[in-house]
């Protein structure tokens, strides 16, 4: 293990990340399965929630950076502990800019602060009515599949996936 990982009982620290998400930002451009206009990011998957839930969504950038915690889950875990470690859900809420800002970093599945390796890299992130879902992004193959799980549901994150979390 690296010195410069910090361990708790769920996460480990494992590093941070400096993104510069679009000023403005529209889901429904980037996360483009269906044509040519995102050919620069690999994306083969929408699920159906995340379609419904985050497809029609704009974001407007406050920040010229924004940083990012990134955390390995030690064990299994559920999103409330993922939540209480980390300091509540402002501390780990996040946006789609962001994680589309990641993605284009490692648009063909090149190594970087996502892991690439089939673990899902979970974000939290409001939707279109303001409600906090888990947004799940992972590696397959050839491109970039996300979706989403209810932060109410009881779904168990297994270990060695990784979260992203505010850094201020």
């Known amino acids: 293990m690296n010195d410069h990982r910090i361990k708790s009982v769920i996460l480990t620290l494992v590093g941070n990340v400096t993104v510069r998400p679009a000023k403005m930002f529209t889901a429904r451009e980037f996360f483009n399965v269906n044509t040519k ?20 969504k704009t974001e407007e950038r406050l920040k010229d950076k924004v940083g990012l915690h990134y955390h390995d889950l030690n064990k299994n875990s559920l999103d409330a502990p993922i939540f209480r470690e980390l300091g509540g859900e402002t501390k780990v809420e996040t946006n789609l800019a962001e994680i589309a800002a990641l993605m284009k970093k490692q648009a063909h599945g090149e190594p970087g602060a996502l892991v690439i390796d089939d673990y899902a890299n979970i974000f939290y992130v409001r939707n279109v009515n303001g409600v906090v879902y888990a947004v799940c992004v992972y590696w397959r193959g050839r491109g970039w599949n996300v979706f989403t799980s209810s ?5 168990e994150w297994d270990a060695g996936y990784r979260v992203f979390s505010r850094d201020s």
């Open 37 to 56: 206009r995102n050919a620069s990011v690999a994306i083969s998957y929408l699920g159906d929630d995340f379609i419904k839930w985050f497809l029609s």
């Open 151 to 155: 932060v109410k549901f009881p779904f």
